[in-house]
């Protein structure tokens, strides 16, 4: 890995918008008011790695850019991240040709990776038809560049569109201030994804079907504010990154994937509700649940399909009742992800996943001055995670107890209250490490999942109990009642051994 390098950081707001849309942005009268004109570019970008990607794995990206005459060397490093708006160091040198110049890398985070340099070679090329715009707005300078793009990769061609809002003075919270007003001319979609990552897919034949969540890397004594954001932006990555799979093809993994990302973030809403107290909160947490139970729908016919009806087909499979109701149910799916589709183009979906951005990176739970807000906001987020780990455990601890009486709403309840808890170890695991937290922390989220996969099950079989009534649909939930007292038998004893285990939060 190369060693942490010195030197000056990029700052950029990332959005994606279709090419034919990008004249709609650039007449937005804000940036005629507030622009000193515009700026037309001809790009041509060669991106270079080894065959193994040795750099790509690095966190490093190696460019030259030829823009008329003149050829400049781009350099990019990863750095941890803080927020949603990209931060990478960067260092930009003019060279002579076409091909690096690794003399002028010495002092670069390539520096660690010169000794592949002769297996450095180009692997897709980018043209770019740019135009800039230098904004002055609010307390800040931003350099707006949109660009009509195509990668030209090995195994195809991709062309996007998208805007770069990059920050030259200012304060970070101004991109997204700008990109809302600029949204109210056409949605703007939020995107990490970079040119580089575009041209590496290019380059592949490689198709994710989904993408997990990121680990979130947390410090003790950091303010909890700031924990937030890099919680929220860790679960905006990972309904995005879904969100594309799900665009090119109604993945069901990836729907699922982009459920859970809205799950965790409103989880992670309710985490720090004490900490981004605003007008705004709740009306962003209606807005995400809307969103999950779009998608909810498909998943949860997904469930019912893959696990009950399909497994049935050996003994039902000549019954016609059977096949009815198998052929009702796959009209919904498909139904349901037409649906899913239509609601993640629609602009409510777009701009309320930018407002959401928005709202974490600078929202006025941010702007509160009062003294209160200012402690909850500076709270180490050590403190913060302790707190709420073990209210959250005992709340489990005690729904449990009667676990085998309660009816199947309530072992609902008791589900999403263990999701929950899952979700914020997830989130606050990296303050944990010392005096066996590890080992400890394992076991909790491995029973916690095996309590909340066998509560899923059940609620599987009360949910399957609301079919539209038929002898075929009677005839699977009485099979699928079959199970209940076993499930009802390995979810008591997988609290009993959660109930058992020293909470890894405690030294």
């Known amino acids: 890995m190369p060693a942490k390098p ?8 990332k959005l994606e918008v279709a090419p034919s849309e990008l004249k709609r942005v650039l007449a937005h009268p804000l940036l005629k008011e507030r622009s000193n004109g515009a700026a037309a570019q001809t790009l041509h970008s060669t991106y270079f790695d080894t065959p193994d990607h040795a750099l790509q ?30 931060a990478r160091y960067e260092w930009e040198q003019e060279v002579d040709s076409d091909s690096p110049d690794y003399n002028l890398a010495g002092k670069t985070g390539l520096k660690p990776l010169l000794e592949h340099s002769g297996s450095i070679k180009p692997v897709f090329r980018v043209l770019t038809e740019r135009t800039l715009h230098t904004v002055s707005f609010e307390s ?40 809302l007003a600029l949204s109210t001319a056409t949605p703007l979609r939020l995107s990490f994804k970079t040119k580089a990552e575009r041209g590496f897919e290019a380059a592949s034949d490689e198709h994710p079907t989904r993408v997990k969540a990121p680990p979130v890397v947390l410090k003790r004594k950091m303010p909890s504010a700031g924990a937030f954001q890099r919680v929220g932006a860790s679960c905006l990555q990972h309904l995005i990154a879904n969100e594309a799979i799900v665009r090119r093809a109604p993945e069901a993994d990836a729907v699922h994937q982009m459920r859970v990302a809205l799950r965790r973030l409103r989880a992670a809403i309710t ?37 009950v009806l399909e497994p049935a087909q050996d003994e039902h499979g000549n019954d016609e009742g059977y096949q009815n109701l198998l052929a009702e149910y796959r009209k919904r799916r498909h139904g ?167 909470p890894f939060w405690r030294s």
């Open 336 to 502: 349901a992800y037409r649906t899913v589709e239509e609601t993640i183009a629609s602009a409510r979906f777009i701009n309320g996943v930018l407002g959401t951005a928005a709202w974490i990176e600078s929202g006025d739970w941010l702007q509160d001055g009062s003294k209160p807000a200012r402690k909850r906001r500076e709270q180490p987020i050590a403190v913060l995670a302790e707190e709420e780990l073990s209210r959250r455990w005992k709340k489990i601890i005690k729904r449990g107890r009667n676990l085998m009486e309660l009816d199947p709403e309530e072992r609902h309840q008791v589900r999403i209250e263990i999701k929950k808890l899952r979700y914020a170890s997830e989130f606050f695991e990296s303050l944990f490490t010392g005096g066996g937290a590890k080992k400890r922390k394992r076991a909790a989220l491995s029973t916690l999942e095996a309590l909340q996969e066998t509560l899923g099950e059940l609620n599987d079989i009360a949910v399957g109990s609301h079919m539209e009534p038929s002898s075929a649909a009677d005839a699977l939930h009485q099979e699928q009642m079959s199970r209940v007292d076993g499930l009802l038998a390995d979810a008591k004893a997988h609290y009993q051994k959660l109930a058992a285990l020293e």
């Open 271 to 307: 985490l720090f509700k004490s900490v981004v107290e605003d007008e705004k909160r709740d009306l962003i947490k209606d807005e995400l649940k809307w969103m999950a139970n779009v998608l909810g729908e498909a998943r949860d016919l997904d469930v019912y399909i893959t696990k």
């Open 6 to 13: 010195t030197a000056p950081q990029e700052v950029e707001l």
């Open 140 to 179: 800040s300078i931003i350099e707006l560049a949109a660009d009509d793009s195509r990668v030209e990769g090995k195994e195809r061609t991709v062309s996007f569109g998208e805007l770069e809002l990059e920050l030259k003075d200012g304060a970070p919270a101004d991109l997204f201030q700008l990109a």
């Open 57 to 86: 794995q690095a966190g490093i990206s190696l460019r030259v850019r030829r823009n008329g005459d003149r050829r400049i060397q781009t350099i990019k490093a990863a750095r941890s991240p803080d927020g949603i708006a990209l």
